[in-house]
């Protein structure tokens, strides 16, 4: 980057009284100019990608719940007379089936759905099977529904089922609620005509666990969504990365398509279906299921700021090269009025067409959207003379939106220099950055933003994550990297604004990419050992930059401390070497008298993240790695602080 300047604040070592070998941690309290810790520092990245949202958070059970994939039966197996129609109740998701009398009393007209990697049930809780359907002719007609588990023999074959009686005429909504009489991961869902004279068509077929997070009834898989909640999210992006562009245009995210009722949102190719060919998951969708005002309100519930990201007219530039796969400049202004359209759509009053579709589907107050993504990792001038009319169409219409602009998928370089210079010159609010980088890049990488420059736009450490070699999930040394370059982050908190880390979530049978921060089955999920270090930063966030001087310490020590709003002192701090660091620390008020209270603590909380190098937790052994904390009195003790262990030492009144 060309326009750096560097700011560290130095404290002569002398002044520190610290025991031979051991390093001194003096902690500056109250000092002039230091950053407050923004809201937003530790945040979530979604994208649908390793079955993140259908199979994963979005609780639905049912896969091609609408018959629309482009093969419409694909997910169902049938059997007797089954026959795809198009002409349905929903406009833009027009197919459904219809089931006649199979020809033979014997033979059985039935639909069974395989699910994602199956569909999972658990005993002792209840699933709402919902279905849209309606008899023809004047009679009624009858169809069983039932969760059943193909590797069980015998009684436990048939693990829930009900009767639902459709009537003639008009499309209906039918409900039942289904209880398992025993846990199934890879169970199917069956549907049979139970009236062989009789004919019925159906749509929308829906399974849903009732107790979704927070109970909402288009809901979310509570495990997963409270696994996020405890990061306490202070920023929440969304819909992803690379899927927010598509493979092509056609396939780009379109978020106009994902909200209304949830029967009439058309479904989208997931582009990790098979943009890595060694894992090619050909009935990978989005069912929009888990659209725009689901994002939004899962924001809302987390307590995080929204942060949508839209496509700037580049397909992903990856997979397309020149200008003929892109939309022309001069042809942008649909795309322009996307991104209008969604902040109205989020903040705008009832009254607006968009803001009036929100209160529609049940959130009449805005939800205070304050950031918008424009292009997700795009690059080149290409990117920047589209980015330009986007910025002055939002900037004309709503002034406050806070914009970010991209610098492209690598955290340095010839296109990252041009890239930062370029959203300084256009006035963009923050730069998004990438970079999924081996160990040694990580090691080395902490003090990276020490010299950015304070007058440029702020920093969205928008994907980043360390990839260690040699294990499956996520090995515990990649996360002790992590905690290490958070130190740096933290350390700068005047221009880091948010960090996110990425991928969010993967399905152990369905995953394209990795690492990821927490993995699952159908029924159970897990935190890897980069989980722990985000909720430890996310818990022990702070309020205000505390400038540290080390002393003594060799290059391997990482540090960095905050204030909270009660008073505590909160210092991270991170060993990467062979051998334990005693520390000294030193609380400095300077010449403030009213902080001399707060610079002797009287109690320290040590929270420690340590494990073997090539630890990972697994489903199997979910708790591996994990933090433990213990508590003591502190009169100024030496601590030490283990081998390659990361620690957060709070200190209390
Ligand atoms: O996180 C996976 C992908 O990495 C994202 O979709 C993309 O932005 C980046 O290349």
Redesign the pocket.
């Known amino acids: 980057m060309k326009i750096k300047s560097l700011i560290i604040s130095a404290v002569a070592a002398a002044a520190l009284p610290v025991a031979a070998g051991a390093a001194g941690v003096e902690v500056r309290l109250g000092a002039k100019g230091a950053a407050e810790i923004p809201p937003t520092l530790y945040g979530l990245?979604f994208?649908d990608?390793n079955y993140a949202a259908d199979g994963g958070l979005y609780a639905e059970k049912v896969i091609n719940r609408s018959f629309e994939f482009p093969q419409s039966l694909m997910g169902w197996n049938v059997s007797g007379n089954v026959e795809v129609r198009s002409d349905g109740p929903f406009d833009r998701a027009p197919h459904y089936v219809r089931l006649s009398p199979s020809g033979h009393r014997h033979k059985h007209t039935a639909l069974e759905n395989e699910g994602f990697f199956g569909v999972s049930a658990e005993k002792g809780k209840e699933y709402r099977l919902s279905l849209w359907g309606r008899a023809e002719g004047s009679d009624s007609a009858r169809i069983r529904v039932e969760i059943a588990d193909p590797a069980s023999m015998g009684e436990t074959h048939v693990l829930a089922k009900a009767d639902i009686r459709v009537a003639p005429g008009d499309w209906r909504k039918y409900e039942v609620t289904l209880k398992p009489s025993h846990t199934v991961e890879k169970g199917r869902l069956r549907i049979f005509l139970v009236h062989p004279d009789r004919t019925v068509d159906l749509e929308h077929i829906s399974l849903m666990p009732a107790d979704t997070w927070k109970g909402r009834r288009n809901g979310l898989r509570a495990d997963l969504a409270q696994k996020l909640a405890d990061l306490h999210p202070g920023v929440f992006r969304f819909p992803?990365?690379?899927?927010?562009e598509g493979t092509d245009l056609d396939s780009r995210y379109r978020w106009k398509n994902t909200v209304g009722p949830v029967e009439n949102r058309p479904v989208n190719e997931n582009r990790w279906h098979y943009t890595f060919a060694h894992r090619f998951y050909p009935d990978y969708y989005q069912s929009g299921g888990l659209g725009f005002y689901e994002f939004f309100e899962l924001s809302e519930d987390l307590g995080a700021a929204p942060l949508p990201v839209l496509s700037v007219g580049l397909s992903c530039q990856?997979q397309n090269n020149g200008e003929e796969c892109h939309v022309p400049v001069d042809s942008l202004q649909p795309y322009i009025d996307d991104a209008l359209d969604l902040i109205e759509f989020a903040n705008g009053d009832t009254t607006t067409v968009w803001g009036g579709l929100r209160a529609e589907m049940g959130h009449p107050a805005p939800f205070g959207l304050k950031y918008i993504g424009i292009g997700?990792?795009q690059w080149g001038p290409e990117y920047v003379e589209r980015l330009k009319p986007f910025i002055s169409a939002i900037r004309s219409r709503y002034p406050d939106i806070r914009i970010v602009g991209s610098s492209g998928?690598n955290p340095d370089g010839e296109r990252f220099d041009m890239l930062w210079e370029a959203m300084t010159d256009l006035g963009a609010d923050l730069v998004d950055e990438?970079f999924?980088r081996p160990e040694d890049w990580f090691a080395k990488s902490p003090s990276r933003y020490d010299s950015y420059s304070r007058k440029a736009p702020k920093v969205f450490a928008g994907?980043y994550a360390c990839h260690g070699k040699g294990k499956k999930y996520n090995h515990f040394n990649a996360a002790l990297l992590e905690a290490a370059f958070l130190t740096g982050v933290e350390r700068n908190a005047d221009i880091v604004e948010m960090a996110t880390y990425?991928?969010l979530f993967a399905h152990v049978e369905g995953w394209q990419?990795r690492p990821d921060l927490i993995w699952f089955d159908n029924l159970r999920s897990m935190p890897t050992s980069s989980y722990h270090v985000q909720k430890l930063y996310a818990d022990n966030k702070g309020a205000r930059v505390a400038p540290v001087t080390l002393t003594g310490a060799d290059s391997t020590l990482f540090v960095s401390a905050v204030t909270d709003a009660n008073g505590d002192i909160i210092v991270k701090a991170v060993n990467l070497s062979d051998a334990p660091v005693p520390l000294d620390f030193t609380f400095n008020p300077g010449k403030n008298r009213k902080l001399k209270a707060q610079a002797s603590p009287a109690a320290v909380t040590v929270t420690t993240l340590h494990a073997g190098a090539m630890d990972e937790n697994t489903l199997e052994c979910p708790d591996k790695v994990k933090p433990a904390v213990s508590e003591a009195a502190y009169a100024g003790e030496t601590l030490t602080l283990p081998a390659k262990t990361f620690a957060v030492y709070r200190f209390t009144h």
């Open positions: 990245f994208e990608i992803g990365g690379c899927i927010v990856y997700n990792e998928p990438h999924y994907e990425a991928p990419w």
